[in-house]
């Protein structure tokens, strides 16, 4: 059964940091693409940070130079190292593992970038 379980989301300032961390269960962890995405209230879900079995990252625009994607296959897990974040990062942020047509997420954490 495959998991994927969040965790370092909370409250921070504007220009403060938070790194998220997912960890995954139950797959071939080294087989999958991972992917960090965000879904404020009312809007879309939207992909935030994405890393290749390879390491190619690719990132969201209006984050780049701010995020950062990284995994470690030995732990089974996949982070995101966040700085310098605006209010307007406030979203729950969901990790995704993608292999071919299999897709599976985490429960998502919560970041509130607020004064």
């Known amino acids: 059964q495959v998991q994927l379980v969040e965790s370092g989301g909370g409250l921070v300032q504007p220009g403060g940091s938070l790194r998220l961390s997912c960890a995954a269960s139950g797959i071939s962890f080294n087989n999958y693409a991972l992917g960090w995405y965000r879904q404020a209230p009312g809007k879309q879900r939207e992909l935030v940070a994405g890393i290749t079995r390879g390491r190619s990252t690719n990132y969201a625009d209006s984050v780049k130079g701010r995020f950062t994607i990284s995994r470690d296959n030995a732990k089974n897990t996949v982070y995101l190292q966040m700085i310098s974040l605006k209010p307007e990062d406030t979203a729950v942020y969901y990790c995704?593992?993608?292999?071919?047509?299999?897709?599976?997420w985490g429960q998502g954490t919560q970041v509130t970038v607020s004064s």
């Open positions: 995704n593992a993608r292999l071919d047509i299999r897709s599976s």
